[in-house]
């Protein structure tokens, strides 16, 4: 049901852009996702953006495991 | 002519100019030349021999073509079994309709990576079929080489080596077909791997096979249900290009089913495995190649675990069905 | 990004696991949880996660997450009514639904009426460019999904509306999550101490719309993302619910889901679809629980096709594993005469279900290492 990627947007136009993973790119609809530009980490599911990774809680959620990691290791 | 017609097949005048003209010009060598019924050939005492059949869609595709797989994948039957390749026959099914222009890049592919294998073509036939009675064209390969090296059984303890990142033909022909709508300067790995020779004559390794249909995994599958072992497989060692993992992430599909061209899975002692690396890395081309695992003692029916990333296992089994995408 | 991907790794999954390890042991009791998404399936047996938190006490369920698991018969049947006995029609599907077996076959594999032909599309925007390309044709879409699907069809929807595309229609099987949970914990036929909420289907809607799970029945939850690391944040948030008495819905992918979801797409689907009763697989009709497209583009209206024409396995199970009451290991088909290579219903065929991901992914390492 869920089947999604984070992937980097390289450009926009209008009502699409291109994502690209390890030189491999893809034309998607951004039309879920107003405001989106390149540069951004696009959640891309079936050909579709349905939302732009929030880094700075991706920040957050890797601090958390380095919290743990920690912990682990003490 | 600029399309192939059947007339080339019939056997007569059409055809003797067709090979003497074409053919030749570019695969034209001295025993081939001669266009004798048969290559009379001096073979060495223990000689290995193989064939293999080409149908692949599309016929060209980033970094190759059918002309460089045929060579390339019948030379590599030849090495991984321990054997220098020698000679080669070539037999074409031409589809009526060919663009001989098409024809002509395919057959430059072969002699290019046939100089580059150190083979020649020394025997050959043609065929044409009627228009929608082949795929373009179809060809067959069988090879000669001399036996340098004895492939062992593996055994437990041995170390699995890939000689480099597995599964970039299999995305480069996903992107010449065109049917998952992504773009890639992603390049086939055909190659001929007859750098690897060296590795058999210094005794170096056990057993070596290419990386072909299946992928890796059911490579390493083969391997362990023949030798009777069971193969561990560190899923965070495998050296998969970016392209690789993109087409993974992206499409849901499982990379160590992807298909090479050009590379190997090579099983050698864990006293000389670090030799092997070695040279793989600095003598022979495989900068990427990696040691990915171990074989172990057969356990009951498991021919492979998958140590994944994150740390579990689970058994992996050889290629069954079509790799389809996940789309919810 | 290349910092996720520790998220991935084995010292994160390790010290996630040690920390479950610690909650499940102040729990003190045997757990199960249910993962709703057939994606959550895959990472956990993909990643060998199932046989780890079973050793800690917490057995995971797989849920109705599955689009192409829950589709009835009756929409099959349409589909392969409209291919077979309808001229000039495109069916226009995902590759999954195609290879679900039926009496007659898959639908990949069906003869189709003059003009009519069977084409496999990875994004619903292709539907767009098959209606352009054969403007003397119907394409008709057979629109599976849930949240996270169904904006693109909406987006689709409203394409046509804006360019005034005339051969398109919808063959729908969009349902929406919510309200098979609310089906499963109100039948209390699996005990259930805890969910783990689909990520990318919450992108969509948000949090909100699972909030009468704890309010209501008192079941702890956490929105969970894809990597091992993900899940198994996920996990523990629920077990602390668990232990602090305290059920709620925790997001435990804030990178990607937000409280309020994703406005621009909720939006786009309440402007072109509307809620309507939908037949499930495995549930019967659940009220509401269904997506629809304005009438014009319905193909049922257009076509009147036949939704009593092909029908699954008699011994298929696929209805009871969706609703968590069996484990695919459960059906005595599984593994016998179900596998990936000749299935016999849909949990076995679509890459959400949790057969085939059982089958293929779960097999257990003799011996348990970990």
């Keep these: 049901m869920c089947l999604a990627i984070p992937l980097r947007l390289i450009d926009v136009e209008g009502e699409h852009g291109t994502v690209d993973a390890g030189g491999i790119r893809r034309r998607i609809v951004i039309s879920l996702v107003p405001g989106a530009k390149p540069g951004d980490y696009a959640i891309v599911h079936a050909g579709f953006a349905i939302s732009l990774m929030d880094e700075e809680q991706a920040l957050l959620s890797i ?8 912990k682990a290791g003490s | 002519m600029d399309r192939i017609d059947l007339s080339i097949g019939s056997g ?43 149908v692949v869609k599309p016929l060209f595709f980033p970094g190759g073509d059918i002309g460089t797989l045929c060579v390339a994948g019948t030379v590599n039957d030849l090495v991984v079994s321990g054997a220098r390749p020698l000679f080669l026959s070539l037999g074409l099914i031409l589809e009526e309709g060919l663009p001989m222009a098409d024809l002509e890049r395919i057959l430059a592919s072969m002699r290019r990576t046939a100089d580059a294998a150190g083979v020649t073509v020394v025997t050959g036939d043609t065929k044409v079929v009627r228009k929608g009675e082949a795929d373009g064209i179809y060809v067959n390969t069988a090879g000669i080489g001399e036996a340098v090296g004895r492939p062992e059984t593996p055994r437990p303890g041995d170390i699995l080596i890939v000689t480099g990142s597995p599964g970039d033909h ?21 190659a001929a791997l007859t750098r690897l020779l060296p590795l058999w004559e210094s005794g170096d390794v056990r057993w070596m096979r290419d990386i072909t249909r299946g992928g890796l995994a059911t490579v390493a599958c083969e391997m362990a249900s023949q030798a009777g072992c069971t193969a561990v497989l560190r899923e965070a060692d495998v050296p998969f290009s970016p392209p690789v993992r993109g087409v993974a992430e992206i499409l849901g ?13 090579i099983v050698a002692p864990s006293a000389s495995a670090g030799r092997v690396l070695e040279f793989l890395r600095t003598k022979a081309a495989c900068p990427d190649a990696a040691a990915i695992g171990t074989v172990e003692t057969r356990d009951r029916e498991v021919d492979a675990i998958l140590r994944t990333q994150s740390g579990g296992h689970r058994i992996l089994e050889p290629l069954t069905g079509e790799l389809l995408p996940r789309i919810c | 990004m290349k910092d996720l991907e520790i998220l991935r790794g084995e010292p994160a999954v390790r010290a996630l696991v040690d920390e479950i390890g610690r909650e499940a042991a102040g729990i003190g009791r045997p757990l199960q949880l249910m993962e709703v998404c057939g994606t959550h399936t895959m990472t956990v047996y ?13 057995t995971m369920i797989s849920g109705p997450g599955c689009p192409v698991c829950v589709t009835p018969d009756s929409t099959i049947s349409a589909a392969a009514s409209l291919v077979r006995e309808h001229e000039g029609v495109i069916l226009a599907s995902f590759g999954d639904m195609l290879r679900v077996p039926t009496s007659e076959g898959i639908l990949m594999k069906l003869v189709p009426a003059a003009r009519s032909e069977i084409r496999i599309v990875y994004s619903a925007e292709e539907t767009l460019r098959l209606a352009r390309e054969n403007p003397d044709r119907s394409v008709v879409f057979l629109a599976a999904g849930f949240e996270t699907t169904i904006p693109s069809i909406a987006w689709v929807v409203r394409e046509c509306v804006r360019r005034d595309v005339r051969n398109v229609f919808l063959l729908s099987a969009m349902k929406t999550v919510p309200a098979p949970l609310r089906a499963i914990l109100s039948a209390g036929e699996v005990r259930l101490d805890g969910l783990i909420y689909p990520g990318h289907v919450s992108v969509i809607i948000g949090t909100h719309p699972y909030e009468f799970i704890p309010k209501e029945f008192g079941v702890p939850g956490a929105v969970a993302g894809f990597e091992p690391a993900d899940f198994l944040l996920g996990v523990l948030a629920v077990l602390q619910q668990i232990r602090g008495r305290r059920p709620a819905v925790e997001n435990a992918y804030p990178r990607a889901v937000r409280a309020e979801g994703n406005p621009e797409a909720v939006r786009l689907i309440a402007e072109t679809l509307h809620p309507a009763d939908a037949e499930w697989r495995g549930f019967g009709t659940i009220p509401q629980s269904g997506l629809l497209p304005p009438e014009r583009f319905s193909a049922l209206a257009r076509f009147n096709p036949r939704t009593d024409a092909v029908w699954t396995h008699e011994g298929c199970r696929c209805g009871e594993v969706v609703r968590g009451l069996i484990a695919p290991e459960g059906c005595p088909l599984f593994a016998r005469t179900c596998t990936p290579g000749r299935p016999l219903g849909p949990c076995m065929v679509s890459f959400e279900g949790a057969c085939l991901i059982h089958a293929k992914y779960g097999k257990e390492v003799p011996g348990g290492q970990d």
Excluded: Q, W
């Design chain 1, 63 to 70: 601090r958390t495991i380095h919290e743990l990691l920690d």
């Design chain 2, 170 to 190: 299999g995305v480069a022909i996903m992107v010449a077909r065109r049917e998952f709508e992504f773009e890639g300067d992603v390049r086939s790995d055909c």
């Design chain 3, 46 to 58: 993909r990643n060998g996660l199932g046989p780890v938190l079973r050793r800690l006490g917490v």
């Design chain 2, 253 to 265: 599909i499982e990379p160590l089913y992807l298909p090479s061209e050009g590379k190997a899975l």
């Design chain 2, 12 to 54: 007569g005048k059409s055809m003797h100019e067709f090979i003497a003209g074409v053919v030749l010009r570019h695969l034209g060598n001295a025993r081939l030349d001669g266009l004798g019924d048969a290559a009379l050939l001096d073979l060495p005492r223990h000689a290995a021999f193989t064939t293999d059949s080409f």
